[in-house]
Each structure stands twice: as C-alpha cells, then as structure tokens.
C-alpha cells in the first residue's frame, strides 16, 4: 500500500523526466571538487580577494529571486547561507544555451535542488558580498519540497518550524531549515573532544566493550533482551559498561575510559531516551574524594573551553561551572528540604516516612529504593547549582566501597546541576566477599519482583578475586551535560535521532508489515 504523491510531489517528479529528456542527469556521478565554504568566504574574502577570483561552490537552493535574464538566489552548504547572483547572458555564451536556461533554471530548477557553481566573488551594490555564478550545475534534483520558513529583511526566521514530532522524526529536513540547531551538534562534539583531551592528557586509555552482554551488569534498570541464534543463548543490551572497565583495571591498566552508548528499557521523558551516551573511567589508586575534585575542573575547563566563561545561561538560570561545588551528604540533603532525618530509619520507618510525604511506592521496594524515592521526589530538583550528594547508605549502591568512618553508608557521590543528576562515583568496592554478598542481596530484591535489581555476575566477582587495585570510578551523563552546556530543554534536542514511537501514516514506498 503506497501513500499517494501530493500535488507538488508530482509535478516534481515531472520536472525530473523533463530534465532527462533534456541530457541533463539530476544525479550525475562524477566528483564536483568544492574549493570554498559559505563561511571561508564571509570570513576572508575582504582580506584576500584575489583568492576567490576562481571559486567551485556548491549548497542547496534556499531562495530565488527572478529578474528575466537575471536572479539573485541563495544557496546553503554545510557551514552558512551564500547569495549568488546569476545573469544568463554569463552561463549561457550561445542562443541555443540561453534558451535551455530559460527551460532548466526558471523552469525545472526547485527550491531545495542541490547546485553547483563556478564563478568568483564580487560585493554587491548593496555592500552584500555574493557569488557571480559564470556555470550552474544541477547536482540533486529534491522530489520533496522544503517546508516553508519566512524571514524578515536581515534573514532572521521569524516563522520557524517548531513542530518536535516532525523535527526528531525528520531530522534530516530539521537541519536544513533550522541552521541554528546544527550549532547544537558541533558543540555537542566539541564537548566530547574536550573531555576526550583532558582524559588523555592525564594519561588515560580510551577503550571498548561489549554492547551485547550475558549479564546486565554495572547499574540497577531494566535490560532490553535479545538472542543470538548462533550459541542459541539470551544476550541483554549493555545497561552499563563498568563492570567491564573495572575488569581492565584487575588486567593492569592504571586509567581506562569510555563514551559507552546504553540501553535501558525504562520510561521516556525529556532527560530519558531509551539509548544514551555515558563516560565512564576508571582510575585505579584513587578515591571518591579525587574523583570530586577531578570532576569539578572537568566540567569547569569543558564550559569555558565551549563558552569562554564558567558562567552558562541554562533557561532563565545562571548556572557557574567554576569550582569547587558544593558538597553535602543524602541524608543532610532530605532533612535539609523535607525536614525529617531518615539516617537511622528501618524500611518500615521509611514507608511511613514515604506515606507521610504522599509519595508512591509498592511492596518490591526495599530500604535504598524508598530513600531513593525520597530524595528523587522532594530534593533533587532543589540542586540547581552544581552540588556533590554524597555518602549514601549501603543499601544503594551495590558496587560501591563502605564508607571509611561512617557505619552502614558508603564512599559515593552523584553531581546534581539544574535539579537533575548528571553524574554518579563510586569508591569502587574491590572487596570480592563483599561484593559476592551485595549481589545476593540484589538477587533478593529481584525474587521480590524488583525488575531493576542487578544480576550476579560470577565472572566480575572472579575477577575481583585476582585482585583490583583501590580504584574510583565515575558514569557522567553525556546527554544531559549537553542539555544543559548547550541550554536545551529536551534529551531530544542533544541526540541526533532520538528514539520515536513508529510512524501511523504510511510514506512513499513504504509498506505496512504486521
């Protein structure tokens, strides 16, 4: 079953076969060498004019404006939007030429067409400085049409298209008409360069692991299952590479990092999408209080390498990377906004506490998930500025090392910025009995229906019996940091494609399967 061509479509795909009875292949094979970039030229050619006397430029066709045997038009390429300026007695030195240039550029030529041009630089009348196009090429010829964007005089949009179902789903047409989101990207990758430099500098090993695990490991959610058909066994989707990095650590590496892509078959929201980027490392000698300090000059060095400031507008808030953060423990943090000190509380206490504050929960949740819950609902989003939450109790964190001073806590933190975790670190607990124990008491919560509890994976706690040297370790969120480096509201707007419930229209060539 095939969606029927809109009437624009249509007459698209009829300027198409007009074209190829006239020779002209929309969509030759041979290389057209480009030579300049849109911003190459607005940035230096005022400097160095002789060097754009000769250019080969190439974009898709933005706008038109017809004059009879002359058009101003504007073509955009990668980097920015260039006018060109095109008189037919130029391209077309013979009768015959001029005619087809009457056919192919008035007629069969379309908004979103990709064109290449030889030509050079001059500055118009009007101080605009443009293209003078000596030869046009049809490179593309687009069958769909560009949704229209209005602009004022200065060719700010004024009109955008704002719509997020079309622009997460249609990406590629986002980008085009939305120049500005490409801004978003670039930074996104510059955030990623830096954290990549300041990792190797301090002698880091970028490293890989598997995305298809036998067990789950490494964080406390919900797998995605799949199978492979070869060894007939149940593989999981990697909720969390750590288990992994901290195997390399017991191999002998000192430091070991990864951007690790996961996947947790949980809720979607505006700071969750089912796959998603976290930096993890690993440093083996090191404790929780150095990962602190180490995190601090991270963030403080991406946000001003990215905005030449520690001062970052996220919203209507000034958010200051510049360290040191502020530090306070869980439970300082729940009697510092909810009044109640749970430190010493039992699980019943807890549920009390829970029903006090009309807070959901159910009978699969043990002590950590109520503490959990507590602090997700009335404190989290109080930490706009970024604060360390640290020394949390043993209950929730499986992998973590127990507190050096403090009975029945452990030895981590989790960095809150703009009312949402955007990191977690451990102490790494390298105790192989104790870790052996935690996971028992995991496999518990998963027996009481907790989904989310985390298998026992006997080959780490092998591992672990080798010997892993004291290690910290820390998971940040790269998509969230980027929301808020780039001051983007939605995950959505900090992945490329993010994940979208399947389309219900049908498109062109495009069939329903059951």
Not at 44 to 61: M, P, Q, S, T, W
Not at 472 to 485: E, K
Request: glycine fraction near 6%.
């Amino acid at each position: 079953m095939l969606q029927e061509l809109s009437e624009q479509e249509e007459l698209r795909r009829t300027k198409l076969a007009e074209l190829k009875k006239l020779g002209i292949n929309p969509y030759p094979a041979e290389e057209f060498k480009v030579n300049v970039s849109a911003h190459d030229i607005k940035e230096n050619y005022e400097r160095d004019k002789l060097n754009y006397k000769d250019i080969r430029f190439a974009g898709r066709l933005m706008s038109v404006r017809d004059m009879g045997k002359a058009a101003f038009a504007v073509l955009q390429d990668s980097t920015d939007r260039m006018q060109i300026y095109i008189r037919r007695d130029d391209i077309c030195p013979n009768e015959d030429d001029k005619v087809l240039y009457d056919v192919v550029w008035k007629k069969l030529v379309d908004l979103g067409d990709i064109i290449g041009i030889e030509g050079y630089v001059f500055t118009t009348k009007t101080g605009e400085i443009s293209i003078h196009a000596t030869s046009i090429k049809i490179l593309t010829k687009a069958l769909k049409p560009l949704p229209v964007v209005k602009t004022d005089a200065d060719g700010n949009a004024f009109d955008e298209v704002t719509d997020p179902e079309f622009r997460y789903r249609q990406r590629y047409v986002d980008l085009i008409i939305n120049p500005k989101v490409k801004k978003t990207f670039e930074q996104r990758t510059r955030i990623i360069n830096t954290i990549r430099t300041f990792l190797n500098d301090g002698g880091a090993l970028e490293v890989d692991t598997p995305v298809l695990q036998t067990i789950p490991g490494g964080a406390i959610a919900r797998p995605f299952l799949t199978h492979h058909n070869a060894l007939d066994i149940p593989l999981y989707l990697r909720i969390a590479n750590e288990l992994y990095l901290k195997r390399l650590i017991v191999g002998g590496f000192d430091w070991v990092y990864e951007f690790s892509r996961n996947f947790r078959n949980e809720g979607m929201d505006r700071t969750h999408n089912p796959e998603f980027t976290i930096l993890e490392f690993y440093v083996a000698y090191r404790d929780y209080y150095w990962m602190m300090n180490t995190t601090e000059t991270l963030l403080e060095k991406i946000a001003t390498d990215l905005h030449g400031t520690t001062d970052v507008t996220v919203g209507d808030k000034t958010i200051s990377f510049a360290a040191p953060f502020k530090r306070i423990t869980i439970f300082d943090a729940i009697k510092e906004n909810t009044g109640i000190d749970v430190s010493k509380m039992n699980e019943e206490e807890l549920r009390v506490v829970c029903k006090t504050l009309h807070l959901e929960i159910d009978d699969t949740m043990g002590k950590a998930k109520l503490i959990d819950t507590i602090f997700g609902e009335k404190c989290e989003g109080n930490y706009i500025q970024p604060t360390f939450i640290t020394d949390y109790p043993v209950e929730m964190s499986p992998l973590t090392k127990k507190h050096r001073t403090e009975e029945g806590l452990v030895e981590r933190f989790e960095l809150m910025i703009n009312g949402k975790e955007i990191a977690n670190a451990y102490s790494e607990l390298n105790d192989p009995i104790d870790q052996r124990e935690r996971f028992e008491e995991q496999a518990a919560l998963m027996e009481r229906g907790d989904d989310e509890a985390m298998f026992i994976d006997y080959d780490f706690l092998r591992a672990l019996e080798y010997g892993m040297p004291p290690t910290a370790g820390i998971g940040i969120g790269i998509d969230r940091l980027c929301m808020l480096l780039c001051n983007q509201p939605s995950i959505q707007d900090v992945l490329l494609f993010p994940t979208m419930r399947p389309e219900t229209k049908l498109t062109l060539n495009e069939e329903t399967h059951s």
